[in-house]
């Protein structure tokens, strides 16, 4: 029985051995585990804050190009708005212009009108003061001065 005992005890020191084993073995399985899930934890937050700052660049630079847009259509706006400005302005100018030109020919009309009935109302009046003249100095009327009055 000693025999018996010996190998049960054999046995059971393998077994206890193995058993032991088997518990460091899981032990650092479970270290490595717990290592690699805090890896991955890690990792996880550095992507997610990777992903966070690239979305706040992206955010960033559409945010520019939207601005940069608005400038240009800003300054489009402004410079459309000056031209039609300038436009209107040679528009009454031009307008001013025509106006001041048919003033000027009313003036001009009603002017030579004036003077018109001005000659017509003293024709009479310069023809006797003519002949008044001539009877005066004694002026004898030539032929192709009649054909004058």
């Known amino acids: ?45 550095l992507f997610h804050h990777e992903e966070e700052n690239y979305r706040q660049e992206l955010q960033q630079k559409y945010l520019e190009v939207e601005k940069e847009r608005l400038e240009r259509r800003a300054k489009a706006a402004e410079v459309l708005q000056a031209r039609e400005e300038d436009e209107r302005v040679k528009f009454v100018l031009r307008a001013d212009e025509q106006r001041r030109k048919q003033q000027c020919h009313y003036y001009r009309d009603a002017y030579s009108r004036e003077i018109q009935r001005y000659l017509n109302e003293s024709r009479p009046q310069e023809i006797t003061l003519r002949n008044q003249m001539r009877k005066a100095y004694g002026i004898v009327k030539k032929a192709s001065a009649v054909h004058e009055d």
């Open 1 to 45: 029985m000693a025999d018996g005992q010996t190998d049960w005890l054999a046995v059971g020191a393998r077994r206890t051995r193995a058993q032991r084993l088997l518990e460091a073995v899981t032990a650092k399985e479970e270290e490595r585990m717990r290592e690699l899930l805090r890896r991955r934890s890690r990792l996880k937050a």
